[in-house]
């Protein structure tokens, strides 16, 4: 594999061989160069590798982290929602309802922060060696997988302490994960690229996700929304990634393929999307960042 590692600005670059390896600055909305994600696969692990390393370095807990997030939210959501206010739960133990639908919320939440924070976290690696920077963001929203892990673990403990036992449903399971790490890797392109010139997305961007959270039926069933609202409701991705882990663990009703389409659909579009305009003004990025 050719290493490319060149110390040019993208913005004025001017076409550059190395080791028979062509560069050209992109332009336009086609040219997105996706081959270059293989040339440059081992600098994606490492990577994704330094992302989960700087997050626990010095930490007393360490990767416990990954499982105090979920489970400390679990634990206020049952005794205030479960208990207090009386949300339905669709028949199932509130905790392990709730925890189902928070192990991926997390991850989404995750890998979307991560995502949308990398190019400016990674300023100094971005002005000066060329590769991909689609890779910042994708290596980011890659990294929160491991914390996800780690806190499945504990809900198949609590399953276990429930006596919930999958069915042949659960084969679904990698679909609804790789939809939530899409969603958050489309939201977080997008993010990216707007924040190397506008910095205050970083503030916005925990105001989005603690909005997210109560416009996903995380805390309560979906099967509250009224019937007529269900496809407009899954043009949020997580709807459909929540509803399809309660689906695949715990039993639960089959979401309507109408909202799973409605939440790939959405994915789709934001990812087709982000990707294209990210390629359109990453040359700038050097300059601006």
């Known amino acids: 594999m050719t290493r490319a590692w060149f110390k040019a ?4 670059a001017a076409p550059l061989t190395h080791g028979g390896v062509l560069l050209v600055p992109t332009e336009g909305w086609v040219s997105l160069r996706l081959g270059e994600f293989w040339v440059f696969r081992e600098l994606l692990y490492f990577l994704v590798w330094r992302d989960v390393m700087v997050r626990y370095k010095q930490a007393v807990l360490g990767a416990a982290w990954a499982i105090i997030q979920p489970v400390a939210t679990m634990i206020v959501f049952t005794v205030v929602f479960g208990r207090l206010a009386g949300m339905p739960s669709d028949g199932l133990p509130y905790s392990v309802f709730t925890l189902t639908a928070l192990i991926p919320w997390t991850l989404f939440a995750t890998a979307l922060t991560q995502a949308g924070n990398s190019m400016v976290s990674n300023q100094n690696l971005v002005a000066k060696v060329y590769f991909p920077r689609l890779i910042i963001p994708l290596a980011a929203a890659l990294a929160a997988l491991v914390d996800f892990l780690i806190a499945f673990v504990v809900l198949i403990a609590l399953m276990t302490y429930y006596r919930v036992i999958p069915d042949r ?10 939809l939530a790490v899409a969603g958050a890797l489309a939201a977080g392109i997008w993010l990216a690229a707007l924040n ?3 910095r205050d997305v970083k503030h916005m961007i925990p105001f989005l996700v603690q909005f997210g959270l109560f ?9 509250i929304v009224p019937q007529q609202w269900r496809v407009l409701y899954g043009l949020n991705p997580m709807v459909g990634v929540v509803d399809g882990f309660r689906w695949c663990l715990l039993g639960a009703a089959q979401p309507p393929m109408q909202m799973i389409g409605a939440s790939t659909l959405a994915v789709a579009i934001l990812l087709v999307t982000g990707i294209a305009y990210f390629r359109r003004v990453e040359n700038t990025f050097a300059d601006v960042i």
């Not at 600005?9 to 004025?12: L, T, Y």
């Not at 996903?216 to 069933?221: E, G, I, K, N, R």
């Open 169 to 178: 449903a659960v084969l679904a399971l990698p679909y609804f994960v790789s």
């Open 215 to 223: 416009v996903t039926p995380v805390a309560y069933a979906s099967s």
């Open 9 to 12: 600005r993208d913005a004025q």
């Open 196 to 198: 190397v010139r506008y």
